[in-house]
Nanobody
Framework: QVQLVESGGGLVQPGGSLRLSCAAS????????MGWYRQAPGKQRELVAR????????NYADSVKGRFTISRGNAKNTVYLQMNSLKPEDTAVYYC??????????WGQGTQVTVSS
């Protein structure tokens, strides 16, 4: 089992920045990929960014390319999402997600990000 805990959400003005953190515990050796998803009110959950733990390869949603950066901490059990040039449409609950080698999915509880003046 893997437990994921997010932190770092909050209220920020348009054009501002936030950094989300996700700490993994448990059987972290089983994790093959980690990512961030978001869900806005009335919309489906969507992939924001993802990193393959073995290769470091990343991919991003088109809507955040050039503004958001996903990275892993030195301890390898933490993943970050640096969000710059935030827009009101980035407002959502952001979820940390991990995929194990056996394709099991793990999710954090979510953290609210609100971009508003």
């Amino acid at each position: 089992q893997v437990q994921l805990v997010e932190s770092g959400g909050g209220l920020v003005q348009p054009g501002g920045s936030l950094r989300l953190s996700c700490a993994a515990s448990g059987s972290i050796f089983s994790i093959n990929a980690m990512g961030w998803y978001r869900q806005a009110p009335g919309k489906q959950r969507e992939l924001v960014a993802r990193v393959i733990t073995s290769s470091g390869r990343t991919n991003y949603a088109d809507s955040v390319k050039g503004r958001f950066t996903i990275s892993r901490g030195n301890a390898k059990n933490t993943v970050y999402l640096q969000m710059n040039s935030l827009k009101p449409e980035d407002t959502a609950v952001y979820y940390c997600q991990g995929t194990a080698w056996d394709l099991s999915d793990y999710w954090g509880q979510g953290t609210q990000v609100t971009v508003s003046s």
